[in-house]
């Protein structure tokens, strides 16, 4: 039997009809096996959109751009250093930790970011990033 705090998860598409398809239809039967007569909760989750293109070219051509250029950093140093302020780091006990991908980040995740990012120049640095849409936050309406 699986241990008690198992977390499986699989992935699949249910077709016109409502049947469910897994991708991974070997690895499920032998889950099942292994659970055989044990309760499990099921969920279904529709999968979350993956951080747009528009997106990153903002990120790279617009936050990145004007905040290194504020602060005299390099593009590629100050990515890594909002990484790891914002997202924190995949291996805290290493010598060398690593921040966080961004790549990995949903759509909403990473507009969560983004925001952090610029409330964080405005009042720490007094750079003013404007919104995807072009407005300047924090300036006079």
Known sequence: ??????????VGRYDEDGVLHLAEKDRFKRLGKAWAGQSVHVRVLQPAKPRSIPQNNYYRGVVLDILADHLGYDVDELHELLKARFLGVENPDSPLPRA???ATLTTDAFERYLEQIRVFAAVEFGCVIPDPDGRMQGAAA
Do not use: G, N
């Open 100 to 102: 966080r991908s961004t």
């Open 1 to 10: 039997m699986p241990p008690a705090q198992f977390d499986a998860k699989f």
